[in-house]
């Protein structure tokens, strides 16, 4: 099957100092860690999946855990921290 939308590596951080924010992640500090030291919310961190044609994708979790964010990401209301968001192959994150 063909994947229609591909997500890769995507993460969203939200506040001033979001590039401190992405090398604390990287380095394997907590959620909590990192909004103490920057003051910065990690919403989304490290999504990698992909929805193939035909298939029925579904975003479940519980409240605050990311998921209206990552929709948000996916049709561009929000651009991602980092990461790529592959539609029908193409990288729409380049798009302007």
């Known amino acids: 099957m063909k994947e229609q939308i591909k997500i890769e590596g995507v ?3 939200f506040g001033k100092h979001e590039k401190d924010a992405r090398q604390l992640l990287k380095k394997g ?3 909590n860690e990192i909004l103490k030291k920057t003051g910065c919310t990690v919403a989304v961190n490290n999504v990698n999946f992909s929805v ?3 298939e029925i994708f579904v975003v479940m979790g519980l409240s605050g855990s990311g998921k209206s964010t990552l929709i948000r990401t996916f049709n561009r209301l929000l651009e991602p921290s980092s990461g ?10 380049s798009a302007n």
């Open 11 to 13: 993460s969203v951080i």
């Open 84 to 93: 790529k968001i592959f539609l029908n192959g193409d990288n729409i994150i």
């Open 52 to 54: 193939h044609k035909g």
């Open 29 to 31: 500090y907590s959620k």
